[in-house]
């Protein structure tokens, strides 16, 4: 019997994200929808590790499922490091990625390329049936800010995220290779070892 493992998420794009990436691992991965009466855990941390390690505890608590969940977001230098832990709420309440995409752009529409460096950075917690969080692990993906969006896969702010040593977006690009290079990936690589581990016969 596969045990059960919870991506702490409504996110359909994120996710397929984590699916691909876990793939190879003894799990029935499922997401938030299948709980009807599961209550928001609110991102109230002031970091990353913060709001991953709420959402992994507080859902595992809820449904007794053992539970991962990221927290990911954009670091723009020119904006002095925002949007960050408020990459998902930096527009009005009810934004779409378009909204969020658009009300970046805007921000540095004065800022030349050069100086237009951010990254994107991942944490994942994992919380065990009781809700304690067993396991932290975290990535970091350096790129810069294109002009205007470019691409149709990905989420986010995918599509205006071009990432070191690449000319096109996360957007652009093969989701094999994204899977590669991401933020995520690369935090997940932490959280595969050590799934890896706790299901080793």
Do not use: W
């Not at 009466?37 to 709001?51: A, H, V």
């Amino acid at each position: 019997m596969n045990r059960r493992l919870l991506i702490a998420t409504f996110n359909q794009g994120k996710l397929q994200e984590l699916r691909q990436l876990l793939g190879e691992l003894p799990f029935v991965v499922s997401d938030l929808s299948g709980f009807s009466s599961i209550k928001p855990i609110p991102e109230s941390g002031d970091t990353f590790l913060e709001n991953a390690s709420l959402k992994a505890g507080g859902y595992a608590k809820q449904t007794g499922v053992l539970t991962l969940a990221d927290d990911s977001g954009l670091q723009v230098d020119a904006l002095s490091g925002a949007p960050g832990v408020y990459s998902a709420r930096y527009a009005h309440e009810g934004a779409s990625d378009g909204d969020r995409t658009a009300k970046l752009l805007a921000e540095l529409s004065n800022v030349q390329g050069s100086d237009r460096t951010a990254r994107f950075v991942s944490v994942i917690a994992i919380a065990d049936e009781d809700g304690k969080v067993i396991n932290v692990s975290q990535g970091m993906c350096e790129g810069r800010i294109a002009d205007a969006p470019r691409g149709a896969n990905g989420f986010g702010y995918d599509p205006v995220f071009i990432p070191e040593g690449f000319d096109q977006t996360f957007a652009q690009l093969q989701a094999e290779l994204k899977n590669r290079i991401s933020h995520r990936a690369r935090a997940l690589l932490g959280a595969s070892e050590f799934l890896r581990r706790l299901t080793a016969p």
